[in-house]
């Protein structure tokens, strides 16, 4: 973990979705192998799969279908309709196995006694968070949820930043985000936010989140409650 002062009058938490505060890549998984026993396709390695999942639908069914859309346009009709059938088989059974990372809930319980609000900047799209939020029973918890349905430009742009924290009638420098995704990262800076990279995210190999340029990298949950509760005390 970075050795960095650590902010004061923090007003808010926010989060992305999947990979930062929810490991939703369980549930992926089990989709995926359906689909490919589905289509006789060989099925990925689950880690694979999980270091895609930040990178949306469409990137997994590439990952799925491999040579047969690895070229294919983002409007290829082929990909639109196995991207559809995915989306809607992970509608349908959203929350079998994907929950909080450990040790994250407690990290909000804290939040919420101490008066610190916590909410959600996601990609994900608007129908799909709420009902992953509703069967985890975290959206009366959740102080905002602000999703690609909500504004005109997503991360890394920070417009969403800027609508949470209007939303939580707060200033974004008095605001951490946490993300596990460059663009997670790129967004929050914009807005004038501090940002953490959550390194037990959803990272391809390729990448190396120590040049994204974040205040903080954090390589496990525990750690990340570790440094927000100091970021409280100081």
């Not at 979705?17 to 995926?32: C, H, Q, S, V, Y």
């Not at 009709?77 to 079998?96: G, N, P, S, T, W």
């Not at 602000?146 to 430009?153: G, I, T």
């Not at 989140?209 to 970021?231: F, R, Y």
Request: some cysteine; glycine content about 6%.
């Amino acid at each position: 973990m970075n050795n960095i002062k650590t902010p004061h009058d923090i007003q808010a938490i926010l989060f992305d979705l999947d990979g930062t505060l929810i490991d939703t890549a369980p549930d992926f998984i089990r989709i995926i192998k359906i689909m490919c026993q589905k289509h006789s396709h060989p099925c990925p390695t689950d880690e694979a799969i999980r270091q895609q999942v930040s990178a949306g639908a469409r990137a997994m069914v590439r990952l799925m279908f491999g040579d047969e859309l690895a070229q294919a346009a983002n409007t290829d009709e082929r990909l639109l309709a196995y991207r559809q059938e995915f989306l809607d088989l992970y509608e349908k059974d959203i929350c079998v196995d994907s929950r909080l990372f450990d040790g994250l809930d407690e990290l909000l319980q804290t939040l919420e006694n101490k008066g610190i609000a916590w909410g959600i900047v996601t990609n994900k799209p608007r129908y799909l968070a709420q009902n992953l939020l509703d069967k985890l029973n975290l959206t009366k918890r959740c102080a905002v949820l602000v999703c690609p349905d909500d504004v005109v430009n997503t991360k890394p742009d920070p417009e969403p930043m800027f609508l949470a924290c209007r939303q939580l009638d707060i200033d974004p420098k008095n605001a951490i985000y946490i993300g596990d995704h460059i663009r997670d990262i790129q967004a929050g800076q914009s807005a004038g936010m501090m940002t953490v990279v959550a390194g037990f995210g959803y990272i391809v190999p390729d990448e190396n989140p120590q040049d994204w340029g974040a205040d903080v990298l954090v390589e496990t949950p525990h750690k990340l409650s570790q440094w927000i509760l100091s970021c409280l005390k100081s």
